[in-house]
């Protein structure tokens, strides 16, 4: 059979391409048990941001997915996309913004994965209307710890393995390949920016754009000052003259000055990669850096590299600053205890000048680890940046209480950052007894971390 044969074969049958099915035979062959605790080793950059040194005392045993990192192939009929798990958002967006097509989600750095925002939560703009990352996710071929291959969906043997897949980190198996849903996405995007003077009226503003079915993304901004900026956006056709984020303005500043701002598509949904939201910093070599460094540098992965680098060598030398830490977070909670959150945030952290990112959400569905109520809306309250904490403070103190506040509250957070929480605590918010039954049945040997462990118990040694 030829190969445009075997590729119409495959696409008909909705089946990954052979290049795919090449990739699953060959890490088959490859596979061999082992001790020690399944590890993944990637290439790119990771996106998890633990704020303190993590080891483990038990053996670690990696595995290797780096051919899982190409797009099998879309269905323009069908409004579907078949992807490799460590394939990349840009990657995606590259191909299929040209046909006409982006992810129902996409989120806003370039370099998150696919099968990392699947197993983690990824969040957007457009999650008013669509929800999480992983509520577009069709179906996936799933590598369990025991190496053996399963696809889940909604409905079939593997249905339980499906909805558990959000927030598992990997730690019940991971994504080989993801068919996830598309919508229709012209080139351009015209946002509106509007300002307000209080939580109330920025809150109630927001909640009523998400009602409205001629928008297509929504997201706000607030300072400490009592700034509060809200961008609403639409996706148009063109040629449209676009504003310049990647050489000239940057984005955050840009919806602060202008009340319309004209991107590109592509240019929008990574609308904060190039400054890792407002982490380069701004003035001097920063601004000749930005408008001629060469574009591979104007990335959310490359400045990472650079700040790990920066961080290892001022600690090293004894040059760094014991006060300032990070606080790299996001939080939900319910709709109606949402001006209550962002007053707490105004109230007792100071990010520096630096601004609160807030998103509405609402999920059309449930998943199991990570259960938000499906139809109800939801703030994402999201930290970007690096903070100063007042001497006294016990580290990681806003992190400490904007996570208890948020619990206090009946919310929610993301756990791809370092947090806090008890065995007891987190099992109740992340649905702890599903988890051991999940746990035990796909991973009864116990070859992978356990979900706790993986994401709050090595960020603080043993409770």
């Known amino acids: 059979?030829?190969?445009?044969?075997?590729?119409?074969?495959?696409?008909?049958?909705?089946?990954?391409?052979?290049?795919?099915?090449?990739?699953?035979?060959?890490?088959?062959?490859?596979?061999?048990?082992?001790?020690?605790?399944?590890?993944?080793?990637?290439?790119?950059?990771?996106?998890?941001?633990?704020?303190?040194?993590?080891?483990?005392?038990?053996?670690?045993?990696?595995?290797?997915?780096?051919?899982?990192?190409?797009?099998?192939?879309?269905?323009?009929?069908?409004?579907?996309?078949?992807?490799?798990?460590?394939?990349?958002?840009?990657?995606?967006?590259?191909?299929?913004?040209?046909?006409?097509?982006?992810?129902?989600?996409?989120?806003?750095?370039?370099?998150?994965?696919?099968?990392?925002?699947?197993?983690?939560?990824?969040?957007?703009?457009?999650?008013?209307?669509?929800?999480?990352?992983?509520?577009?996710?069709?179906?996936?071929?799933?590598?369990?710890?025991?190496?053996?291959?399963?696809?889940?969906?909604?409905?079939?043997?593997?249905?339980?393995?499906?909805?558990?897949?959000?927030?598992?980190?990997?730690?019940?198996?991971?994504?080989?390949?993801?068919?996830?849903?598309?919508?229709?996405?012209?080139?351009?995007?015209?946002?509106?920016?509007?300002?307000?003077?209080?939580?109330?009226?920025?809150?109630?503003?927001?909640?009523?754009?998400?009602?409205?079915?001629?928008?297509d993304f929504v997201e706000g901004l607030f300072h400490g000052d009592g700034r509060f900026r809200l961008s609403t956006g639409r996706m148009v056709g063109g040629p449209v003259a676009t504003d310049d984020i990647i050489r000239k303005h940057l984005y955050y500043r840009l919806v602060d000055e202008q009340a319309d701002v004209h991107l590109s598509t592509f240019d929008y949904i990574f609308r904060f990669d190039a400054d890792w939201f407002w982490n380069v910093p701004e003035g001097g070599v920063y601004d000749w850096f930005r408008r001629y460094a060469p574009a591979r540098m104007r990335t959310s992965g490359f400045y990472t590299r650079f700040a790990a680098l920066k961080t290892a060598y001022m600690e090293r030398t004894g040059r760094g600053d014991p006060q300032v830490e990070p606080l790299i977070q996001d939080w939900q909670v319910r709709w109606d205890d949402a001006e209550e959150l962002v007053r707490f945030c105004l109230e007792h952290v100071d990010l520096g000048g630096r601004p609160w990112a807030v998103i509405p959400i609402r999920s059309p569905g449930q998943a199991t680890l990570y259960p938000v109520k499906p139809g109800e809306l939801y703030l994402n309250l999201g930290s970007y940046c690096q903070v100063r904490r007042p001497e006294g403070m016990e580290p990681f103190t806003w992190t400490r209480i904007v996570d208890r506040k948020c619990l206090e509250l009946g919310g929610i957070k993301m756990l791809y950052s370092s947090t806090f929480l008890t065995r007891a605590e987190f099992d109740e918010t992340y649905n702890g007894a599903d988890y051991r039954r999940l746990k035990a049945k796909y991973d009864p040997q116990a070859q992978a971390m356990d979900l706790f462990e993986k994401t709050v118990y090595q960020a603080q040694g043993a409770q």
């Not at 605790?37 to 996106?47: D, E, G």
């Not at 941001?49 to 483990?56: D, E, M, V």
């Open 1 to 215: 059979m030829t190969e445009r044969w075997s590729n119409l074969v495959a696409a008909l049958l909705h089946r990954p391409a052979t290049d795919y099915e090449t990739s699953v035979q060959r890490l088959r062959e490859q596979w061999t048990p082992g001790e020690g605790q399944l590890r993944l080793h990637k290439r790119t950059i990771s996106n998890l941001f633990r704020y303190q040194p993590r080891a483990s005392d038990r053996p670690v045993r990696r595995v290797s997915l780096d051919d899982f990192n190409v797009v099998i192939g879309l269905d323009p009929q069908a409004r579907t996309m078949d992807v490799g798990g460590l394939t990349t958002f840009e990657s995606v967006v590259r191909h299929s913004l040209p046909r006409g097509f982006l992810p129902l989600v996409t989120p806003e750095l370039k370099h998150i994965t696919v099968g990392g925002a699947i197993v983690g939560i990824g969040v957007e703009s457009t999650g008013f209307r669509h929800g999480f990352v992983h509520d577009g996710l069709l179906e996936a071929d799933v590598l369990l710890p025991s190496g053996e291959i399963v696809t889940a969906n909604a409905d079939n043997e593997h249905a339980d393995l499906f909805h558990a897949l959000p927030n598992s980190y990997g730690t019940l198996g991971y994504v080989l390949r993801a068919r996830i849903r598309l919508q229709p996405a012209p080139g351009y995007v015209h946002l509106r920016n509007e300002s307000f003077g209080t939580a109330g009226e920025f809150l109630q503003a927001m909640k009523a754009a998400t009602e409205r079915d001629d928008i």
